[in-house]
């Protein structure tokens, strides 16, 4: 996939200024703040040390050489770019918190280190699928080019691994995002950051107060809390700048089209060197969650003795669901509601940029907008939003907030819209020109090409976008705990306090019952997904 000149020089342009933006940011920011933002710059760091290596080598194998079952390893971590972070916290605290799998009695994963080793998981993943996407566009090429002078492995690290650099900064990018916006590893961990910050003052209902203790006066105060939104901001700008490269066009590559290393003597070696760290990802953390499903305490001779029962663990893992089908209930209402508005209005402005109906940099600056505002701060957004006093004239809008579920499904909405975007508008930049413009001289007004020619045409990738957004929905945590009205509790917000109040068997088991759901629908979505992309490529 090429980019001109003028779309580089944009780009360049657009990452300089953001890194200058976000050093602006630091330098006039409060002590207060300043400390903050460092705090989650420890973050980003410890948990870049901890995921750039293992993926990068995922990224390899799956992207460069012929390792069994790649296609289903790429699967498994597109499946667990959505399992969300507080179901990660949990699987992994049962593996090294208290009373742990492999830690009883002195727990590892507390503190710092354990808000840096589930983010540093979690963004493994996420640095493979971003470096991976990065080796497979390299052109075919320039590495056969590269192996008549060297070896397949001196052509991997010294020539495929060096182009694909834009793709380790965007992956570390991304989870310098995620870092600084999520609050549900840092809140079970107590980690001050940012995001962090502003939940606790909101969730005590005096974020004025809180955040006046910064400085002296309240406007400081202000000041201090648009800084630091500004800082997220820039670093997603940075993410866009970099991943200019992959942004969409008319010519979609075939998997056929790319060198891949075939690795001969040495593919059973490297296929169990791959898969010992997918293991490690998905299979720990699951055997984690059933163990501590299925863990009972019962009386020998006068003492308490614990073991395990797969009676139990099955049962309950199963029975979860429906124990909490409340939760359930308002968890997929509340999220189909907003993942149905978010696809249908990222088509729309999908197509418009498709057609060149919407400007392409204001509209993904805007969508950046929405990927960086952390959750507490949109739920306090939205508050001053819906919140006004009887005598006002915009006084049916806090019976709204008060009485409907109005301010979550506009926030799980606002958060699931960029990606639904991003998903329809690669997708409906590789319609053939030809196929438009014959729909065009037929006579095919606007939305008739969008609804009756395009939408007909990638309706797998409408039904992929629609199933992120409800994923991403559902597992919205940070505002929703924050905007859910009175007897509104979602399943997000109830695995959340489970997590702080320590009910562990029932929070395992119901974790691994939505991680399973969640892997489902991805593999469904994922196995459609690619059988159409195979007939359109």
């Not at 009972?296 to 669901?321: G, H, N």
């Not at 926030?411 to 413009?437: E, G, I, K, M």
Request: aromatic share 10%; with cysteine.
């Amino acid at each position: 996939m090429s980019v001109s000149l003028p779309e580089r020089g944009i780009a360049c342009r657009l990452l300089a200024a953001s890194l200058l933006g976000l050093l602006v940011c630091f330098v006039l920011a409060s002590a207060r703040l300043r400390g903050l933002l460092v705090n989650s710059a420890w973050l980003t760091g410890g948990a870049l040390a901890v995921g750039v290596l293992p993926g990068t080598f995922l990224a390899v194998a799956i992207a460069k050489t012929s390792v069994v079952g790649r296609r289903l390893i790429e699967g498994l971590l597109v499946a667990l770019l959505f399992v969300p972070l507080y179901v990660q916290a949990a699987a992994w605290h049962a593996v090294w918190g208290p009373t742990g799998w492999l830690t009883d009695q002195s727990p590892w994963l507390a503190g710092w280190r354990g808000a840096v080793w589930v983010h540093g998981v979690a963004a493994i993943p996420w640095v493979a699928i971003a470096v991976s996407a990065a080796l497979k566009s390299i052109p075919r090429e320039f590495e056969e080019g590269a192996l008549m002078d060297a070896n397949a492995w001196s052509v991997v690290t010294r020539v495929s691994l060096r182009r694909a650099g834009v793709g380790v900064v965007a992956a570390s990018l991304w989870v310098a995002v995620i870092c600084f916006g999520e609050i549900a590893v840092t809140d079970l961990f107590q980690v001050r950051t940012f995001a962090e910050e502003i939940y606790t003052a909101a969730n005590l209902g005096v974020l004025g107060g809180v955040v006046t203790a910064w400085e002296d006066t309240p406007q400081l105060a202000t000041r201090d809390l648009w800084l630091g939104t500004t800082a997220v901001l820039m670093l997603v700008l940075a993410t866009i700048a970099v991943i200019w490269f992959w942004l969409p066009s008319s010519v979609r590559e075939s998997p056929g089209e790319r060198w891949v290393w075939q690795l001969g003597v040495g593919r059973h070696l490297f296929s169990i060197a791959t898969w010992l760290l997918v293991v490690m990802l998905v299979g720990v953390p699951v055997v984690s969650l059933l163990n501590k499903s299925g863990m009972q305490t019962r009386q020998v001779d006068e003492r308490i003795v614990r073991q395990w029962s797969a009676a139990k663990a099955v049962s309950l893992v199963f029975r979860s669901p429906w124990e909490h089908r409340r939760e359930c209930r308002w968890s997929f209402a509340i999220g189909g509601v907003a993942a149905a508005a978010a696809t249908s209005t990222g088509a729309v402005i999908a197509w418009g940029l498709r057609t060149r109906r919407l400007p392409a940099w204001p509209t993904v600056l805007l969508l950046a907008f929405g990927f960086a505002i952390p959750g507490p701060l949109t739920a306090v957004w939205l508050i001053g939003l819906l919140n006004h006093s009887a005598d006002s004239i915009w006084s049916a809008l806090t019976w709204c907030y008060d009485h409907t579920v109005l301010a979550p499904v506009l926030v799980q909405f606002f958060r699931a819209l960029p990606l639904a975007t991003l998903v329809l508008w690669s997708q409906l930049a590789s319609l053939p020109q030809d196929v438009l413009d014959s729909a065009t001289s037929e006579g095919a007004g606007w939305w008739t090409r969008l609804f009756v020619v395009a939408l007909p045409q990638r309706w797998p990738a409408v039904a992929a976008a629609g199933c992120m957004s409800l994923i991403v929905s559902v597992s919205e945590l940070a505002a929703t705990l924050l905007l859910a009205p009175p007897g509104v509790a979602t399943l997000s917000m109830r695995i959340f306090g489970l997590l702080h109040y320590g009910s562990d068997d029932r929070v395992s088991a119901l974790c691994l019952a939505l991680a399973m759901a969640i892997g489902l629908l991805t593999a469904a979505v994922w196995s459609v997904y690619d059988r159409s992309g195979r007939q359109t490529g």
